[in-house]
């Protein structure tokens, strides 16, 4: 998949693409590299070029093979945002950082099955 960044791109735009190829990711933007665990995530209609200054019309291209950390490291040197890839399990969002070294594809799957629905029956057994 490719994503256009530009000054105009709002985080959900980034967002709202990649959730198509990656429904159970999602990109959270910081101001600051250094504080992504104390900060708080910025909102999602702050623009790109609110974050990082100018951000020329590029073609950002992401892979499912590609790893967190390298997608992490792509949006950092391609356009000084500091992002973390977080996934999904159930309702929470869980930054995926002691598991960079993952892939896309990977991360998502482990989204699907800790966001699957749990069903019991009376037939179920709780030990």
């Given at each position: 998949?490719?994503?256009?960044?530009?000054?105009?791109?709002?985080?959900?735009?980034?967002?709202?693409?990649?959730?198509?190829?990656?429904?159970?990711?999602?990109?959270?933007?910081?101001?600051?590299?250094?504080?992504?665990?104390?900060?708080?995530?910025l909102?999602?209609?702050?623009?790109?070029?609110?974050?990082?200054?100018?951000?020329?019309p590029?073609?950002?291209?992401?892979?499912?093979?590609?790893?967190?950390?390298?997608?992490?490291?792509?949006?950092?040197?391609?356009?000084?945002?500091?992002?973390?890839?977080?996934?999904?399990?159930?309702?929470l969002?869980?930054?995926?950082?002691?598991?960079?070294?993952?892939?896309?594809?990977?991360?998502?799957?482990?989204?699907?099955?800790?966001?699957?629905?749990?069903?019991?029956?009376?037939?179920?057994?709780?030990?």
């Amino acid at each position: 998949m490719k994503v256009l960044l530009s000054n105009q791109t709002t985080i959900r735009d980034v967002n709202q693409e990649f959730s198509k190829e990656f429904p159970f990711l999602k990109i959270a933007f910081y101001r600051d590299r250094q504080r992504q665990g104390e900060e708080k995530q910025l909102p999602e209609h702050t623009r790109l070029d609110e974050i990082a200054g100018q951000v020329r019309p590029t073609l950002i291209e992401i892979r499912g093979s590609d790893t967190v950390a390298a997608i992490e490291k792509r949006f950092l040197e391609m356009f000084n945002l500091p992002v973390q890839v977080c996934r999904q399990a159930g309702t929470l969002w869980l930054e995926t950082s002691r598991s960079d070294n993952m892939s896309l594809a990977h991360q998502n799957a482990m989204g699907a099955t800790a966001s699957r629905p749990i069903s019991f029956n009376i037939h179920t057994l709780f030990l």
